[in-house]
């Protein structure tokens, strides 16, 4: 039996490869996206989402996990750090802008090889002057940072363009 263990766990990971080669592993979009009474949707109750919002959701248990700052307003201008998000995120591999509003973004990120499908939203929230954010992953309990790393890629990106 133990000679066949090999055997197995290598048809198993084929398997699951092929499974996100076609598609299997997206999963679909959570229909409760967008803003609802000034609020992007709560973080995740596993370890598989990022919010700026998180001191919002105290009693939810991963908020200490899904903290992430908000982004900070190009020159003070909403519509320019909208924009200039539109333009990283079209500039980035395996990105989609999926819904764009004046105020508000929807993008997909979709991971390499397996093609596990992970929503991002980002909010002009006009009342505290920033950018809000949001990273989730559509599928698993764990997003092993990658939330954090599409945000921050984007943050990084308009870097040069925030003034302090």
Known sequence: MLIWLPVILI???L???VAGQIGLLKG???DDLGIRDGKLKPPSNTENSVTSQAALY???PQRTYADI???ALINGDGAATMAKIIDVIEGLERTEVVKKE???IHAQFTSRGLQFVDDAEFWFDTEQNVVQVRSAARLGRKDFGMNR???EA???ALAPSVEN
């Open 11 to 13: 048809v198993l990971l």
């Open 15 to 17: 398997a699951i490869f």
């Open 28 to 30: 679909t979009a959570p």
């Open 58 to 60: 105290p009693d939810n």
């Open 69 to 71: 700052e908000p982004i």
């Open 102 to 104: 004046p105020n508000y």
């Open 149 to 151: 790393q599409h945000i």
């Open 154 to 156: 984007v943050r990084s």
